[in-house]
């Protein structure tokens, strides 16, 4: 029923802004809700309803319906609760309708976080039950949004996070950013900085008032759609996220070389119109949940051509009202505008000499005031967008896969089957990893 629908979804966006806590980052203020560019769609008159009490006969079938309708509206799940349903669907994988203190466990270990597994047992089953519903999965979220944040915090110790912007042929002139000489380019066009770490070895009150890029914006589950204003047009930049170690120089004046280490399907998810964004920066990290990682990753030993990285390559999908549509064209990471060796070095190069100029940032500068961060996930550019992708903006409700493939294992790329149940977090079939988000 399309009134249902609509009224679903007001009642998430009231859940959501309910929940937004007054934030300042950059001097923007993010409690203000989106003015002319407002994630809703649009409120469809509930006709149905309305018919069904022309007729005598049915009125009295109406209300009833109505009235189930409202009980199973008030039923917590996607539509009541989207954030919290994101990491329960991970949770009770068999659609049970409760876990137990093992499944519990096993998000802790897929988290790395074992040392977390006993709290959060004792916290969401006090009673020894074992037996978790999603009420009180509700009931006890902060305690579960805690054990990931620490656990993914953990691996991002002293980890940076920079973006690779126009690595891909036409993406930029598609995304809204290329400038007039980037038709003919042969290197991308600038790098940028998602996330630099607080600082870890200063004890002071200037800790708690952390800088725009201070805040750590990746997460597995969720994105959180902007809340600045003037903040529309969102869409999900499907990239190969690389790790690297960073080398600084004896004398740490510039960085040496990078080390490539493990490879990742990478949400690069950006704001294509905000006003008074003057650097890209802004567009890239918008606080908690404004990027997206997958938790497994491949390990990679070399980055030269005929090695692993060699035979990778990305597809997204976007699932709608229950409707899957192919986001992105799939794309080998090998055609990257620039790729191998020659773009560790000219990233490498951007870190130590890019100008603060038009909207790009300098980057090393950051990481000195980082404490040099010694590793970093690398966005490395987005494949290009199907006509789909290029004409669908994100809104809240919506989900999103990324998938990076072995096309090896997988010629033609995952089959709309596995896609499918890539949106039910089955685990990702062998030779892929996975990203599931859903936009709350
Ligand atoms: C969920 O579990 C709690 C605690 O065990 C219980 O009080 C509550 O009635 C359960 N809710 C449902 C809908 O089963």
Redesign the pocket.
């Known amino acids: 029923m399309p009134g249902v629908k609509a009224t679903a979804l007001s009642a998430a966006i009231l859940v959501s802004a309910a929940r937004a806590e007054p934030l300042k980052v950059g001097g923007i203020d993010l409690d203000t809700p989106p003015s002319h560019c407002a994630p809703l769609r649009d409120a469809e008159v509930p006709k149905a309803a309305t018919l069904g009490f022309v007729s005598g006969a049915m009125t009295a079938s109406a209300v009833y319906w109505i009235h189930r309708e409202q009980r199973r509206r008030r039923q917590p799940g996607k539509a009541t609760h989207p954030r919290e349903w994101a990491i329960w669907t991970r949770l009770d994988r068999k659609k049970k309708g409760y876990v137990t203190r093992k499944d519990l466990k096993s998000l802790c270990y897929r988290f790395e976080s074992d040392e977390h597994a006993e709290h959060l047992a004792k916290q969401l089953d006090p ?1 020894g ?1 074992d ?6 999965f509700i009931n006890n979220f902060k305690v579960v949004q805690m054990m990931r944040q620490a656990g993914r915090l953990k691996l991002w110790h002293r980890c940076c996070g920079l973006g690779v912007a126009g690595n891909v042929a036409g993406h930029m002139a598609q995304a809204g950013e290329a400038g007039q000489e980037s038709h003919s380019a042969t290197k991308p066009a600038a790098i940028f900085s998602y996330y630099m770490p607080p600082h870890p070895y200063q004890v002071s009150d200037q800790q708690a008032d952390k800088k725009r890029l201070q805040e750590f914006p990746v997460t597995y589950a969720v994105i959180d759609y902007p809340k600045l204003p003037g903040a529309c047009k969102v869409q999900v930049e499907p990239e190969l996220g690389l790790l690297v170690d960073i080398v600084y120089t004896k004398d740490r004046k510039r960085v040496d070389h990078l080390v490539p280490r493990r490879v990742a399907a990478f949400n690069d998810c950006s704001i294509r119109s905000l006003e008074g964004a003057e650097k890209l920066s802004m567009k890239k990290n918008w606080g908690f949940g404004s990027k997206g990682i997958s938790l497994r990753s491949f390990p990679v030993d070399g980055f030269g051509p005929g090695t692993f990285v060699d035979f990778l390559a990305l597809v997204s999908y976007m699932k709608r009202d229950g409707e899957v549509f192919q986001y992105s064209v799939k794309a080998p990471v090998r055609n990257y505008l620039l790729f191998h060796e020659p773009l560790l070095e000219w990233i490498v190069e951007q870190i130590n000499g890019q100008k603060d100029t038009d909207k790009w940032e300098e980057i090393f500068p950051q990481l000195a005031a980082s404490d040099f961060p010694t590793s970093s996930w690398i966005a490395l550019g987005a494949g290009e967008y199907t006509d789909y992708g290029a004409t669908h903006f994100l809104q809240p409700l919506d989900e999103v896969v990324v998938v990076v493939y072995d096309e090896r294992v997988m010629p033609d790329g995952p089959g709309m089957a596995q896609v499918l149940e890539m949106f039910e977090d089955t685990p990702a079939p062998a030779g892929s990893v996975m990203l599931h988000q859903t936009f709350v």
Not at 131 to 136: A, D, V, W
Request: aromatic share 24%.
């Open positions: 009673w039950m037996h978790i519903n999603f009420s009180s």
